[in-house]
């Protein structure tokens, strides 16, 4: 099981930056995958959801109207559109994916991709 974030970097505030996540070893399509970010010094935020389907989207009120989540099962990648990025959106960005069945619950991350907003 892999879960390969890239898009990461250093923006200004205001910018924006595009994350994704490269889903292999598993069946992506069963899996509801989401965003969370840890910023130095504190503890993980969950930040967005989708469902398996595609078709249920959540997101967390910090960044709500500027974040964005979408999926194309095509290439098994989930994406973070990220905008009017601010300072406190800085941390290390992981990619989570989740299948909960009615045994064993399955429960991946990525290694993390760094953002900074900064001036």
């Not at 994350?19 to 070893?25: F, M, N, P, R, Y």
């Not at 990025?85 to 960005?93: I, S």
Request: charged share 15%; hydrophobic share 35%; with cysteine.
């Amino acid at each position: 099981v892999q879960l390969v974030e890239s898009g990461g970097g250093m923006v200004q505030p205001g910018g924006s930056l595009r994350l994704a996540c490269v889903a292999s070893g598993f069946m992506f399509s069963n899996y509801a995958m989401s965003w969370v970010r840890q910023a130095p010094g504190k503890g993980p935020e969950w930040i967005s959801r989708i469902s398996a389907a595609g078709s249920v989207t959540s997101i967390a009120d910090s960044v709500k109207g500027r974040f964005t989540i979408s999926r194309d099962m095509q290439k098994n990648t989930v994406h973070l559109q990220m905008n009017n990025l601010r300072p406190e959106d800085t941390g290390v960005y992981y990619c989570n994916a989740v299948l909960v069945t009615s045994g064993p619950n399955y429960d991946y991350y990525g290694q993390g991709i760094q953002v900074t907003v900064t001036s």
